[in-house]
């Protein structure tokens, strides 16, 4: 055969993950309405002119505009079968692969390893094939694909088989499971979860602790990592945007509604998280429950203002939850609240300009993970905060890597060691309170998304 020429390096960059940077609702006149995400990839990506993002289309909208052909340029949705998305998604990335990672099955019950669960596993297999496919028809010679998270974690093995010529990466942001417990799974999906990672060219985790826990899986289960080689990058916050956005005048606004709600003169507890099983809501109540009980100075004069955004609602466990946090809230305003004094306000509508505006007002940041793996809310409160936060931080959060010198620090099952946390960070003087936000700060934005990214593919072209 005539000898091929020289490859020039590609510029291409594709990045696949589950959910896009768009998302598409069918309005009732039968228009299509766009709603652009953020995100450290969005700004990440930004810096990149030749780009291709592989998403999968998630509800009837993302569908309709795939077979209208209606998208954004530089974005492509695949329009993956809806019961095969279904049992991917939710049968194994979030009720499987997100419970491993975050530890969260109680365990003399679950899980539960059978038939059901190889029929999902067979849709999980065949959704990350239709991304290996749709990356391995996209992308150039050369090019460097940057695939995202657990729900993709078989694409790197199948690309590579597909398309050998690729630099591939895989980026985890969740936490990884110690070895005794991602055991709990089959050891032949193990075994399958690992190689498919360990397909990647790189493989890289928010933290040293979640890279050194992937290695303890690679070399106890598989006996090593192969020719893979392993990164750790610590997303930051995004300074630049978020300071911008902070100060116009929708956020103003709702500076001014929740002051009105919170009443003249009081602190803020202040928490903003999806309703997520690991995010440890309910104990936050429970602890912020336990400080009005024994300290009771702190009744009449500290609001906790918790914004719970629905997440996963198709998942039964995830209903029951948010139901739980309703229900904890609404005992804790029966039992203390009085005429003038809401002692809980929860919000469970996702409202972006109303999240920066409860950032800019805190007193305390209560940010208390099972497991999680940054916390960019104990990263963006710091950043924009108007006159100092104290951040009541889990250690259990990658964030507590980066933040944990200038944290009030928790462990986040004791519910007592957290009212007494909250207590303290209350109690905070002023000047050392602003002066440790002012080093929050400064650590939280040490490697913001654009230099997150652009770190990641330099590291995977270069070595
Ligand atoms: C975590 C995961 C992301 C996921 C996000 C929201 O941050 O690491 O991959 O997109 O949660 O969850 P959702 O299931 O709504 O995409």
Not at 149 to 170: K, S, W
Not at 239 to 249: C, K, N, P, S, Y
Request: charge should be negative.
């Amino acid at each position: 055969p005539p000898a091929q020429p020289p490859v020039r390096p590609s510029t291409q960059v594709l990045v696949a993950s589950n959910r896009g940077p768009v998302s598409y609702t069918l309005a009732t006149d039968g228009s299509l309405d766009a709603k652009r995400g953020g995100g450290g990839l969005v700004s990440g990506l930004s810096a990149v002119d030749d780009k291709l993002w592989v998403c999968a289309a998630l509800g009837d909208g993302d569908r309709e505009a795939v077979r209208r052909g209606v998208g954004e340029p530089g974005v492509r949705m695949l329009d993956i079968d809806a019961d095969v998305h279904a049992d991917a998604y939710n049968g194994i990335a979030n009720s499987v692969l997100w419970f491993v990672h975050h530890m969260l099955y109680q365990t003399p019950l679950e899980p539960v390893f059978d038939a059901e669960f190889r029929r999902q596993w067979a849709s999980f297999e065949s959704y990350n094939r239709a991304f290996a496919e749709a990356l391995a028809e996209e992308a150039e010679r050369g090019a460097a694909v940057l695939v995202q998270d657990y729900h993709l974690a078989l694409v790197p093995g199948m690309l590579r088989e597909l398309r050998p010529d690729l630099r591939i990466g895989h980026f985890s942001h969740t936490p990884w499971a110690p070895v005794d417990y991602f055991r709990l799974l089959p050891d032949d999906i193990a075994e399958q979860l690992l190689h498919g990672i360990l397909g990647a060219d790189r493989a890289a985790f928010l933290t040293r602790r979640w890279a050194d826990a992937f290695i303890g899986c690679c070399t106890q289960i598989l006996g090593g990592t192969g020719h893979t080689r392993i990164g750790v990058h610590g997303l930051g916050a995004d300074a630049d945007f978020l300071r911008r956005r902070a100060h116009e005048a929708d956020v103003d606004e709702r500076m001014a509604a929740l002051r009105e709600q919170t009443g003249p003169g009081r602190r803020t507890i202040v928490r903003v998280d999806r309703t997520e099983l690991s995010k440890n809501i309910v104990r936050g109540l429970l602890a912020y429950r336990a400080l009005l009980d024994e300290r009771p100075e702190w009744r009449e004069r500290v609001v906790h203002v918790a914004f719970a955004y629905p997440s996963r609602q198709d998942l039964a466990v995830y209903r029951d939850y948010t139901a739980e946090v309703q229900r904890v809230a609404d005992e804790i305003n029966a039992v203390y609240g009085t005429a003038g004094w809401t002692p809980v306000v929860l919000h469970v509508k996702d409202d972006f300009a109303r999240s920066l505006a409860a950032y800019r007002l805190a007193d305390v940041a209560l940010v208390n993970p099972i497991r999680d793996g940054m916390n960019l809310v104990a990263k963006e409160i710091p950043v924009v905060s108007d006159h100092g936060c104290a951040l009541v931080l889990s250690r259990e959060a990658g964030a507590y890597e980066e933040l944990g010198s200038d944290a009030v620090v928790v462990n986040p099952y004791d519910v007592s060691a957290t009212a007494a946390a909250l207590h303290e960070a209350l109690s905070m003087a002023d000047d050392e309170r602003a002066a440790r936000t002012e080093r929050l700060a400064a650590a939280a934005v040490a490697l913001p998304p654009q230099q997150w990214f652009l770190d990641q593919l330099d590291a995977l072209r270069r070595d």
